[in-house]
């Protein structure tokens, strides 16, 4: 019997010593990051003693890779309002606003047209102008310097992710060499370890994780890419920029660059990495794209219109802005020798869209051009071009049906491109850091109209004859030398209802208005349709009375040109989508083009706000069930060791108590 207490109370005693060791190891390691929470079981031995205990981790699977998936949807929000938020506050900020340069430049343009002669005015006018090309330069910089800490970012948490994936294959590796179940209880920390690895690593990418042979753990992308493999192996992050080398791109370095690298979706990702290229591609690429579309929209407005007017030296308008070119981007499989510069065709700023552009040569004497999303993808219809003779200038002129959207651009192509070749334009990403001034002369303004019209003195009726306006300076009715091309032009009511005769003193004709007498020389035809200006005349002419144009010498009064180009503020120039309906209204104008971007930037920093909260209420429900757990609960802890001691003190009552009986046992056989 007291052999039996014997053993009985030596077996409590050895198991009260491995509870009381497993709830201090417990208590020790409350504040150790990813520890978790042990438990020592025993079971009942034939002659009611305790058999040997079994020491397990307290984890819920489930769980863990609940609360991985919440703290990837939550640091990927983190990241992302983190990275937008400094660039919501830029844009929102008055003092950054487009807009008001936008409108300082018209209220000094309106100024100007009130007195055209006044250099003072004209010079305002330039001073506002240089500060709308600062502000660009400002805004556009602090954008191009978030896309460079994204790089400086990216290649920081790659790195992080790397470390982490070849930890994870590591720890496999020693998990996998645990041969029995004694091993595996006695390096429970190896297990502790892996588990805060792919913790840390869903921080940082979305993953998923399946059980292996021997207690791995296969780690996948949320996409399906492998991680972390059998045996240990495992594939990592490289950072890659095809073609453009300064905008990153994250790839999956396959078996240590002896493959293809795998392609990684930034639409798929979570985690900081995932955010971070969320921010990228949906914040600062569009507001940097459309803050080069509204430079370079801008300067060539104010280009054109100034080109359809004289200055006041007498000549015809010139360029108040340079648009600036930038050169494509040649992909690295690329087998030809072509280079590509691309910049804005004269007078296409309407159609420019705020993207960048793929080009690919269909043959070596074609291309087709395909504008791409803010994720590279593409967009609408490739348009297709002939090159012709190389080098070679290549623009809206070279279409080839049906392609009927050249985008606006005008390419620069040398010899040398084969079939299969890529090349990316990327015209809008700097354009507004590069825009700058072509003028900054007073006189250059082209404020006045190069014609001017009136009636004979003569004329018996009310009819009278508009302004004029003009088209085209370097068309067949003016001169180089700022003039017109035949004298002045008269148009005289003949006798014969609705028909008036035409003559520049070189050119005649005799034509019928139909209709009414709008577009006067439109309706005469060639080739007074084709001089680059036209006019109405309003009431009833009677025959005999004549209208007369003519060259606009010494008009530094005027400022007829000057009002069309107050009308810019607000004709819609800026382009909105690559697609759009014949009934969608795809134009904006230059203050609602800016306020789109700010707008867009808000929502979308707004909206991730909105989620981020959410994911973060979700992420802090898994980690309180996960720790209800898994966690060490002080409380609890010291509840058992309380038990465990008075339950030892208890066992080793049973062994004094076996001895006093084997004593007495002995003593009576004596």
Known sequence: MSFNLLNIGASGVRANSELLQTTSKNISNLNTEGYVRERTEFTTMVGNEVGRGNTVR??????????????????????????????????????????????????????????????????????????????????????????????????????????????????????????????????????NERDLAIKKLSELVDIETLDGNNGEKLVFLGSGQSLVMKEGAFNLFAIDGDPDPNFSELKLDVTSGKAVALDVSSATLKGKIGGLLAF????????????????????????????????????????????????????????????????????????????????????????????????????????????????????????????????????????????????????????????????????????????????????????????GAVTDTTAAGFTATPSLANGPLTVTKTTVANQYTISDGTNTATFLVTGNTKGMLAQAGAPFSNYGFDFDLSGTPTAGDEFTVEFNTGGYDDNRNGLAFAKLQSTKLVRQNVIATANTDNLRTFNEAYSKIVTDVGVTTSQAKTNGAAFAALAQQSEAWYESMSGVNLDEEAANLLRFQQSYSAAAQVISAARTVFDSLLSAAR
């Open 58 to 191: 307290l984890i819920n699977e489930f769980a863990l890779k609940q609360l991985n998936r919440d703290l990837s949807n939550k640091t990927y929000y983190d990241q992302f309002v983190s990275e937008a938020s400094r660039v919501d506050t830029l844009f929102a900020e008055e003092s950054s606003s487009l807009s008001t340069s936008i409108n300082k430049v018209f209220n000094n343009l309106q100024e100007a047209l009130n007195q055209p002669a006044s250099s003072v005015n004209r010079s305002l006018f330039f001073t506002s102008a240089q500060n709308l090309v600062d502000q660009m330069d400002r805004l556009s910089g602090i954008v191009l310097d978030q896309k460079n800490i994204v790089n400086e970012q990216l290649d920081i948490f790659s790195g992080e992710a790397n470390n982490l994936i070849q930890k994870i294959g590591d720890l496999n590796t020693k998990i996998a060499g645990l041969v029995n179940a004694q091993a595996q209880q006695g390096n429970s920390n190896i297990y």
């Open 280 to 467: 990228r591609d949906e914040v600062l690429v569009p507001a940097q794209n459309q803050l080069g579309q509204m430079a370079i929209t801008i300067a060539d407005a104010f280009n054109q219109q100034n080109h359809l007017g004289l200055d006041l030296d007498g000549n015809f308008g010139g360029d108040l802005f340079q648009i600036p070119s930038t050169g494509a981007y040649a992909f690295k499989d690329n087998t030809g020798t072509a280079t590509i510069s691309a910049t804005l065709e004269a007078g296409k700023g309407k159609e420019l869209p705020a993207n960048d552009f793929q080009i690919e040569y269909l043959s070596a004497t074609q291309i087709s051009v395909t504008a791409l999303d803010n994720r590279g993808n593409a967009v609408g219809t490739a348009q297709t071009f002939n090159i012709g003779a190389t080098p070679a200038t290549v623009n809206s002129a070279d279409l080839v049906a049906p392609s009927t959207d050249s985008f606006g651009l005008e390419f620069t192509i040398s010899a040398g491109g084969s079939a299969g070749d890529k090349f990316l334009v990327k015209l809008n990403s700097e354009a507004a850091a590069n825009l700058t001034l072509a003028t900054s002369r007073d006189e250059h303004l082209a404020l006045a109209s190069p014609i001017r019209t009136s009636i004979s003195a003569n004329n018996i009726s009310t009819a009278t004859i508009s302004v």
